[in-house]
């Protein structure tokens, strides 16, 4: 018990609830449709309404108003399919809750199988290849910012991705092939300050670097990058002007002209790369920003978080800040320490070795978290004796613990705490604990690697909620309770 309530004092969010229940132990907390109705005295479980779980059809922060100077500072992140994002009047084929989970189990083996940079072995198991027409998006994302190319400045709204470097939008003439998107491609003839990165130059062998890819080049340096399901975007790398706000313009930003690309990714315009690697955004914009950034990430599609670049983060009171590790089989990814699980208050009995092994990579574009076999099995026969009131529901893929909550308008959660090295301590949002399927499933929010081998992922499920800053140059990653809804 001791070990629990220090980590339990240390967490700004546990304070926040006991407060709330000394002195109001009865009212309903209510935070844009995500409904918690209380939380017991020693802070092990949750109570929280079924219904706030649903999708939400109302966005409850509208959109920015679109423009050169309206973009908003910190950059606001909406969930890519829900009602608050740009995209929602375009042509978009919302996924169904079984896609996104087929899409996320491609994204894990995407991540696992990008060792040496070798971006052609990716996938070969055909079991979850999916058509590359379906319209699914690849799960790169899932959420979108706007952000401006060009002088004047064109807009567009793009996913950004943690797991991956290049930046790269649709463009025109599009020789290839472009999937549909909302926004008008890239007319780069209308830039005033475009220019295209010559084959040969330190820029061009650079990116070559980042994706892996040897394609000869003549004139101009050309890129190909492939994600892992028979996606790819491939073009030609350019500079242009990045407006990321009013104040703050970027005039030579490098990213891919994409021509041809067979499209996974919906109807977004591109892709926003956050990765380590030079060509990251990150990595450019070091002078500006010092290798900062931090972003939020709603509980509900009817929320908006942020993106926020440089130290400019810093909306909530506290942040607890683990290690960030670099691995050198995957020196772009963000790696931490992840030493240990708790549920309902117990801290499970799993040898740290298990998370050594493989090491815990946190990353904005999977959504359930994933955890080595043996700590999973942990995790889930903990999560199933604190939920056995419940009735069971079948499993769906990787989601193995599932319920049928349908008779039931509140539901009493264990709370989940993520350990990390040290004293950092993730005390996940009750909106990430469980994944809901349709309305007669809701599955327990984690997965098993299939090796102990495989990366442990910190999903973005897990991440809602939470202010969660990349201090790159100090290396060191920190969680702050409450950053957004
Ligand atoms: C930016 O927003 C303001 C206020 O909503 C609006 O008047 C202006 O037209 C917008 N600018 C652009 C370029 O859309
Ligand atoms: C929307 O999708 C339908 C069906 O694929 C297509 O016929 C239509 O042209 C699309 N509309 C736009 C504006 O892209
Ligand atoms: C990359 O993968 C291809 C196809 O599997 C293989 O032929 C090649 O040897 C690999 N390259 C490296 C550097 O591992
Ligand atoms: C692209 O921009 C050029 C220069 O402004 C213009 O002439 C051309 O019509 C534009 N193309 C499209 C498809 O809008
Ligand atoms: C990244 O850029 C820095 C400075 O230009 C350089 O020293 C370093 O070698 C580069 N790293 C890679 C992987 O290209
Ligand atoms: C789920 O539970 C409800 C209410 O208890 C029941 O009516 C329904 O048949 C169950 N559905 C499934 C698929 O188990």
């Avoid at 608050?84 to 491609?106: A, R, Y």
């Avoid at 240990?340 to 946190?362: N, W």
């Avoid at 004293?423 to 399927?437: A, K, M, W």
Wanted: glycine share 10%.
């Amino acid at each position: 018990m001791a070990t629990n309530y220090s980590s339990f004092l240390r967490f700004p969010f546990g304070l926040v609830l006991v407060l709330f229940l000394i002195g109001c132990s009865s009212k309903k907390v209510e935070a844009n449709g995500f409904k918690e109705l209380t939380a017991d005295v020693h802070y092990h479980s949750h109570v929280i309404e079924l219904s706030s779980l649903m999708p939400a059809e109302v966005c409850s922060t509208p959109p920015k108003v679109s423009g050169a100077e309206n973009l908003s500072k910190p950059l606001q992140v909406a969930h890519k399919y829900g009602p608050c994002s740009p995209l929602k009047n375009g042509n978009t084929t919302i996924p169904s809750p079984h896609q996104i989970v087929l899409d996320d189990e491609i994204r894990v083996k995407y991540l696992n199988s990008k060792t040496s940079k070798n971006q052609t072995t990716v996938l070969q198991d055909s079991a979850v290849r999916i058509p590359a027409n379906s319209g699914l998006s690849l799960g790169t994302g899932n959420f979108v910012v706007n952000i401006g190319l060009g002088t004047p400045m064109q807009e567009f709204t793009v996913e950004f991705d943690t797991g991956s470097d290049l930046t790269w939008i649709q463009c025109q003439p599009c020789s290839g092939q472009c999937h549909r998107q909302k926004d008008p491609y890239f007319n780069r003839s209308a830039s005033s300050t475009h220019s295209s990165v010559p084959c040969g130059s330190n820029d061009c062998n650079q990116l070559k670097s980042a994706t892996g890819n040897s394609q000869a080049c003549t004139t101009t340096c050309t890129y190909r990058i492939g994600y892992g399901d028979g996606s790819y975007s491939g073009g030609y790398y350019a500079r242009d002007k990045l407006t990321l706000s009013s104040s703050d313009v970027f005039p030579n930003f490098r990213f891919g002209c994409g021509e041809n690309n067979q499209g996974l990714f919906g109807t977004s315009d591109g892709l926003l790369g956050l990765g380590r690697d030079n060509v990251s955004t990150v990595s450019q914009t070091i002078q500006k920003y010092g290798n900062i950034f931090s972003y939020c990430l709603p509980s509900t599609t009817s929320s908006t978080g942020y993106l926020a670049f440089g130290s400019q983060a810093g909306t909530t009171p506290r942040i607890f800040n683990t290690p960030l590790l670099v691995n050198s089989n995957r020196p772009n990814f963000y790696f931490l320490s992840m030493t240990g699980i708790s549920v309902g208050g117990k801290k499970l009995a799993i040898s740290p070795a298990v998370f050594t092994t493989s090491g815990t990579l946190i990353d904005s574009g999977t959504v359930v978290t994933r955890l080595a076999p043996t700590a999973y099995a942990a995790l889930r026969s903990a999560f199933r004796q604190a939920m056995s009131n419940y009735p069971r529901a079948v499993s769906t893929s990787f989601m193995d613990t599932c319920y049928n909550l349908s008779g039931y308008s509140n539901v009493v959660l264990p709370t989940i705490v993520l350990h990390f090295y040290r004293y950092t301590d993730l005390n996940v949002h009750p909106s990430g604990i469980l994944f809901q399927l349709s309305s007669t499933q809701h599955c327990l929010a984690f997965a098993g690697n299939r090796a102990d081998t495989d990366f442990g992922i910190l999903g973005n499920k897990q991440q809602q909620t939470f202010e969660v800053v990349y201090n790159v140059a100090a290396g060191k990653l920190g969680f702050g309770a409450g950053g957004c809804r």
